[in-house]
């Protein structure tokens, strides 16, 4: 209604369609809320210009989870996720000023809030925040970038409807970019990409486009071309409207609508033409006006952009620079008009008292509650529970039910995040993200209101590949550091903490050394315990290479009744690509082993598994079948077939041609061309494989699998190097079998050992 009176008001007062005025915005009572300085007829109708795709229904039939959008913002290490983020929430007027990331001005970006993200520049945990764009509401979470803290980006993706891609102009497709990119494949989570830091030396975002394409195998195309490019950067060129727009004013937040430059005009023509040739291909409204070679208004390209990212066949690609605050509004056009709402994603949930037969799962502010557990903090008030409510609404002193335990409890404080910040509610409904206090769970725990008896699907959580022994330094200490090892592993799935059976020692595992590192930090910090920290420990694994069979007797009598059981069967190598680290069969004929035994032959097995032969770490990728065996009627017993067949396991384990496997590390070097001969050189003395080298301009990117025994310590020899020039980053790969000499070397050092 108000665009009818305001398309009236224009055509009253004389003013042609076609009129050209200067578009100009400036912020009105909260940074970002456009508002036109001075202006009349048509430009106060442009300036309501939203990106919508369909057309918006009237408000009364609107509903209220159609302005609702729950995404992540994910990428690579230092590709400026964080940065981007602190804008938005400016923009949208939820902070009053900008901070940058390291913490230099002594307040750092907001939702860096621990004081180890500030100084280290990084972002260690995944912050929440919420902020209001135009009529949207948008709930943010903001993702770690380093490998270590993949786990993060897991869970976020996990209960988000959308995310924006954050790929970095001068770096392109990264390691880490590629691994949030399968993370999103397999939560099908529609995304845009952002291209960011357009404004760097050496920026080339048609260099990251066509990487896009073939590293991550996207259909994607830019809606929006760059003004200039590195120091020149002015504003953007939008290809969908073909209009231009620059930015202005201390903080990027006047937009000022520009012609497009005569040199820029057949390139955006061309790319639009792409642009819409791409869509034609994955939708069929714009494919029937691209066949009949009939013109595609921006409107119905914009709903043809919307229909085939929800369906996940296209990527629009969006630039600018978060930094020099260029784009971040328009990115947000985006993500209202591109994104999905709660309504536009299709939940799936398990029923439990239908044997978790799968269902859909509305999302309905009306319906039963079902609300997931998706991450654990420990807060000054107890334990913070982050949870995305898919069905249904929650308020405080409500009572709800735990499905995974069965138990019953009342909500005790509902809180909206905005980061480190809390802001209390009295409610909250579906496609809401919000936190619950002082209620005992864990991570992955569905809720609901006991009307139904629902389950989530969980979270993948990757093994880790590296562990530490550590220990107090003084003994008043060690109260304080069993409750934070306690917290630590409630709060993070992918830190584990056990003990060494010989030694006696606390041994943490994780996802790699600055993973380790920050929680050794944040016990000195948090919980003043200074750690003692052995070296560094590789996970290794053990498997077989050949079928081998066994026929075990297990036969003992030492007065009253005796023990006898007697197995026989065979064990092989999982076929290569198995999900499955170890399988057991049953594949007796009759009862030669009584039904009541069979349980305890295979638990016999899972316990053998455990710890193998060569050094003592699990063994994995084989599957066990017994085929016969005997009992007798007084001496056998559930303890002696259990017995029975961890001796037949490590007979025949011996028989299997025994080898040990190793964590094999992605890595991902980027250092200057001169450099170049010495990383190749390095890499290869440290048993690395060389994937692939690939020149970028003054820089070369070298990209090997190699064993993480051989990369402790790798950034310090990287650093001496290259003058302090080079970076890598890595991930883990797959387990892999040791060299010969290095097997003969693990298994003499096991022996010394023992």
């Not at 621990?114 to 990084?122: N, S, V």
């Not at 057949?266 to 040739?277: F, K, N, P, S």
């Not at 864990?442 to 990757?462: H, K, Q």
């Not at 069979?549 to 059981?565: A, I, M, N, T, V």
Request: with cysteine; net charge negative.
């Amino acid at each position: 209604m108000k665009a009818a009176r305001l398309v009236a008001g224009a055509v009253q007062a004389g003013l042609s369609p076609g009129a050209a005025f200067p578009q100009i915005y400036t912020p009105s009572t909260a940074p970002g809320l456009c508002q036109p300085a001075s202006f009349s007829g048509w430009q106060q109708l442009t300036c309501l210009r939203h990106f919508s795709a369909v057309p918006q229904p009237n408000v009364e039939e609107r509903d209220p989870l159609m302005d609702v959008r729950n995404i992540g913002i994910s990428a690579h290490i230092d590709s400026g996720k964080t940065t981007l983020t602190e804008r938005i929430l400016f923009y949208t007027g939820r902070i009053h000023s900008i901070h940058e990331v390291r913490g230099k001005d002594g307040v750092g970006a907001k939702m860096d809030h621990m004081d180890l993200e500030r100084e280290k520049g990084i972002t260690i945990q995944s912050a929440a925040t919420f902020c209001k764009w135009k009529d949207t509401n948008i709930n943010i979470i903001d993702t770690p970038g380093h490998v270590d803290f993949t786990i993060e980006v897991e869970r976020a993706l996990r209960v988000l409807d959308g995310a924006i891609l954050v790929l970095c102009s001068v770096g392109g497709v990264q390691s880490q970019s590629i691994t949030v990119d399968r993370q999103m494949r397999r939560y099908d989570v529609p995304r845009l990409a952002f291209i960011n830091k357009c404004d760097r030396s050496g920026a080339d975002p048609i260099r990251v486009l066509n990487q896009m394409r073939d590293k991550l195998k996207l259909n994607c195309s830019p809606v929006q071309l760059p003004l200039g490019i590195e120091d020149k950067l002015k504003g953007l060129v939008d290809v969908v409207e073909e209009r231009a727009y620059s930015f202005g004013g201390p903080f990027g937040n006047e937009i000022t609508e520009v012609p497009v430059p005569d040199d820029m005009k057949a390139t955006a023509t061309a790319r639009r033409a792409e642009l819409v040739e791409r869509i034609a291909e994955v939708d069929e409204t714009v494919g029937e006006l691209f066949l009949m070679e009939e013109p595609v208004d921006s409107e119905t390209l914009k709903g043809g952009i919307r229909r085939a990212t929800l369906a996940l066949k296209f990527v629009p690609v969006f630039m600018g620079s978060a930094y020099k605050n260029k784009g971040v509004q328009m990115l947000l056009d985006g993500v209202t008009a591109y994104l999905p709402s709660p309504l536009d994603v299709t939940n799936r949930a398990l029923d439990v008292n239908k044997n978790q037969a799968p269902l859909e799962l509305p999302s309905s502010q009306q319906g039963p509650l079902v609300a997931l557990a998706f991450k654990l903090e420990e807060g000054r008030f107890g334990q913070l529970t982050y949870m995305r409510i898919y069905s249904g609404t929650v308020r405080k002193g409500d009572p709800i039910v735990n499905s995974t335990t069965g138990k019953r409890i009342k909500v005790p404080r509902l809180v909206r995040m905005h980061a480190s910040e809390l802001e209390d509610i009295s409610s909250a409904s579906a496609g809401d993200i919000v936190a619950m206090f002082g209620v005992e769970c864990a991570s992955g725990d569905t809720f609901t209101d006991g009307s139904v008896r629902y389950a989530m699907t969980s979270i993948t959580v990757p093994e880790p590949v590296m562990s530490l022994a550590v220990a107090p330094k003084n003994r008043e200490s060690s109260g304080a550091f069993s409750k934070a090892l306690n917290r630590f592993t409630k709060e993070d799935p992918t830190f584990k903490v056990g003990m060494d059976a010989e030694s006696g020692q606390t041994i943490i595992s994780g996802m790699g050394e600055l993973h380790l590192d920050i929680y050794v930090e944040r016990m000195k910090r948090e919980y003043k315990v200074d750690a003692e920290v052995g070296a560094p420990r590789v996970n290794y694994r053990e498997t077989i290479t050949r079928r081998a069979e066994f026929d075990y007797l297990h036969k003992k009598q030492s007065g009253g009744q005796g023990q006898y059981g007697r197995v026989v069967g065979y064990m092989e190598p999982l076929p290569e690509g198995s999900s499955e680290k170890f399988e057991y069969a049953n594949e007796i004929v009759g009862n030669a082993i009584p039904p009541n035994y069979l349980p305890s032959c295979r638990k016999g097995f899972e316990e053998a598994v455990n710890s193998g032969a060569l050094i003592g770490h699990p063994v994995e990728g084989l599957r066990v079948a017994l085929t016969d065996g005997a009992a007798h009627a007084v001496d056998s017993s559930e303890l002696a077939f259990k017995l029975a067949c961890q001796y037949a396991f490590r007979d025949a384990y011996n028989k299997a041609s025994p080898t040990v496997l190793e964590p094999i590390m992605a890595v991902e070097i980027r250092v200057p061309n001169e450099f170049q001969g010495a990383i190749i050189g390095d890499v290869n003395r440290r048993k690395g494989l060389i994937q692939n080298s690939e020149a970028e301009g003054d820089e070369v990117v070298v990209e090997a699998h190699v064993p993480l025994a051989e990369m402790f310590g790798y950034s310090t020899g990287l650093r001496s190097m290259t003058q302090g020039k080079g970076e890598f980053t890595m991930e883990y790969n797959q387990h892999a079998p040791v060299t010969a000499d290095k097997l003969a070397e693990l298994t003499l050092s096991h022996k010394r050992g023992s």
